[in-house]
């Protein structure tokens, strides 16, 4: 069964950075689609960033654009986040996702995803 657990989240001033980690188990990583999506309360899940299999491609929302960076250890099975430059609004329970596939797409929808951690609060103060 495939678990994925993140961590790093926290209370942060504005400008602030933080890393966010999802540890994956269960399955083999290297094979897998890895992605970000977050949920602020009274609103939809949102796409952040997404990785391929081996890392050589990424995307991201507009709104994070050069302010946060997704990267991956397949050798950790792990999947990083590293936000910067943080503001008010991405406040939100962020949350990895994984779907099996070697392939270099940009999978930005939440419905393209098969496997879900719990989540991690991020709070950004201004």
């Known amino acids: 069964q495939v678990q994925l657990i993140e961590s790093g989240g926290g209370l942060v001033q504005a400008g602030g950075s933080l890393r966010l980690s999802c540890a994956a188990s269960?399955?083999?990583?290297?094979?897998?689609?890895m992605g970000w999506f977050r949920q602020a309360p009274g609103k939809e899940r949102e796409f952040v960033a997404a990785i391929n299999w081996n890392g050589g491609n990424s995307c991201y929302a507009d709104s994070v654009k050069g302010r946060f960076t997704i990267s991956r250890d397949n050798a950790k099975n792990t999947v990083y986040l590293q936000m910067n430059s943080l503001k008010p609004e991405d406040t939100a329970v962020y949350y990895c996702a994984a779907r099996w596939d070697y392939g270099s797409s940009c999978y930005s929808h939440p419905n393209e995803y098969n496997y879900w951690g719990q989540g991690t609060q991020v709070t950004v103060s201004s």
């Open positions: 269960g399955r083999t990583f290297y094979g897998s689609i």
